[in-house]
């Protein structure tokens, strides 16, 4: 999807995949990353979830990326979250909370530099909100910029895309083995069946190691 589709969107108000409470796939499967418990966790288009705030609660330090500014400044008032120190970087403009980089910009400009600290991905509605082409180049520029060993937690979806459009768009099962094939591990942690817009569709949630 292009930028100005997802700036239109935050414009309008109207932003369907924001969750109000903390997603349950997330509290339950976390500590299957088996991590220490204060790595930086990066959550890539993050929107304004609040799921970052678990994180945080959790004791990682997060750094989220999203494109919409607006996205950002609404987490900030709603969740009453203060700026403390100014963020200076090449590509993106954003916040420096306490424990938590916020950088508004387009993800594929974040770098391996921006990435040293991060031992740990978060993706929820991110991979199934880019079309196809899109997904190939998200999959590889985290392969990219990771570094080895970081686990990834992604909470996917399927469905029949003849019967709906996306986004959030159906990425198949063979579709994440794939573009994560040169990953250390692949597995399925967790499996749901439900109906979206009167579609069966599955939640596949998948634990892969970089
Ligand atoms: C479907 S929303 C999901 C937001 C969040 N992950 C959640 O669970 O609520 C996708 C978000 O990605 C952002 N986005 C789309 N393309 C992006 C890009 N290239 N770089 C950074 N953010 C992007 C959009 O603005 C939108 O907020």
Known sequence: MQAD?????????VVGFQQTEINGYLQQHWQRLGLQGDETVLVPLCGKSLDMLWLGEQGHKVLGVELSQKALDEFLDENKLRSVAPLVHAHFCGYRLSAMTLLCGDFFHLSAADCEEVGA??????????????????????????PAGTKLLLVNLEYD??????????VPESEICT??????????VAQQSLQRKGVAAQEKVFLIEF
């Open 5 to 13: 589709f997802w700036h239109a969107m935050w414009e309008s108000g």
């Open 161 to 170: 895309q003849s019967l709906l459009n996306g986004p959030p768009f159906s």
């Open 121 to 146: 991905v978060y993706d929820r509605a991110a991979i199934v909100a880019l079309p196809p082409e899109m997904r190939k180049q998200y999959a590889a520029h985290l392969q990219a910029i990771l």
């Open 179 to 188: 573009l994560f094939a040169d990953c250390a591990r692949i597995d399925v």
